[in-house]
Each structure stands twice: as C-alpha cells, then as structure tokens.
C-alpha cells in the first residue's frame, strides 16, 4: 500500500504516524507520570502541614501538662491554706488594714473532684498601683485561687482613688 503512494503522500502519513506516536506517548506515559507527581506533591505539602500540627499539638500539650502538674503542686499545698486570713494579711500589707471594708465568705461549692470558697471583698481608698498589685499577688498565691469579678469604682471625694469589689475563689480538693 506504501508503495502505491506518491512521495508527498507517503511523508504526510509518516508525519500523521510520528504525532499518534506523539500523542500516545504524552497521554499513555508523560501525562499520567505528570499527574501522579502533582498528586505526590500536593501530598507531602498535606503530610508537611500536619507535622506542623502535630508539633503545634505537642508544644501545647507539654505547657498544658506543666500548668496541670503546677496546679497539682498548688492543690496539695492548698489544705493547709486559709484563704481569708492570706486576702487580709495582703490587704495589710499593700494598702492597711483601715481600708478593708469587708471580707464575706460565701456558699461553697462542689465541682467534682474541686471545693470553690469563694470570697467577697472590699476594699476602699487604692490608687490604681495597689489594684494591680492585689491582683498580682492573688495570682501568685501559693495555692490557687481565682479571681472571678471585679468591680472598680472611682470615688467622689477623690477622683484618683478607687474602691475594689472583687469576689476571689479558693479551689481545694473535695476530700
């Protein structure tokens, strides 16, 4: 059948056969090893943000696990803790006993495993210092106690001082 045909039409067929042999090999190899590498690809840039995650997730995991095992340390030291006696000796200590104007005790209570005391107080005549710096020792105590409200007020007769409420909650174990 090639040699029935003239040169012109022989070199349009070898033509049309080398783009099939062409087009078969980009479709039945190029084009599917193409595809499987963007596949792989986007598959590592997956497996590489989930490590990332997953380093994420360890970091917060060993923070969280030295907070929990500190708040356990200041659990234990918690039975031996009055909260009401600690919240007056640091009023005294950081603005004077005149100025507590009352420190009530409230219902207790359960949560589980944990005891809630909590404690309302007041306090009068603070400059803004002497707020924070309560707040700040309240938060290092040596057992854990949490501070649930505050309510700063600004006084009349001096417009730099302020009144403290706050309602402080001491956490025990339930034994």
């Not at 022989?10 to 099939?20: D, K, N, P, S, T």
């Not at 062409?22 to 590592?44: E, K, N, W």
């Not at 923070?63 to 640091?90: K, T």
């Not at 700063?152 to 409420?165: E, W």
């Amino acid at each position: 059948m090639m040699q029935r045909m003239n040169r012109r039409e022989r070199i349009f067929v070898a033509i049309g056969f080398l783009v099939m042999l062409v087009l078969f090999c980009y479709f039945a190899l190029i084009s599917p090893y193409l595809g499987a590498l963007q596949r792989l690809d986007q598959t590592i840039d997956s497996r590489h943000a989930q490590l990332l995650e997953m380093q994420q997730l360890r970091l917060d995991y060993q923070v969280l696990s030295r907070s929990f095992s500190q708040l356990e340390a200041r659990l234990e030291q918690a039975d031996n803790f009055a909260a009401l006696g600690f919240i007056e000796e640091l009023v005294g200590q950081i603005a004077g006993r005149e100025k507590l104007a009352y420190l009530r005790p409230q219902a207790t209570e359960i949560e589980g495993e944990l005891l809630l005391e909590p404690v309302e107080v007041k306090v009068e005549m603070l400059d803004l210092e002497q707020v924070l710096l309560l707040l700040w020792e309240i938060d290092r105590a040596p057992a854990p106690l949490q501070v649930k409200a505050v309510r700063l007020k600004q006084r009349f007769d001096n417009s730099a001082m302020l009144d403290l409420t706050m309602t402080v909650t001491a956490v025990r174990r339930n034994r």
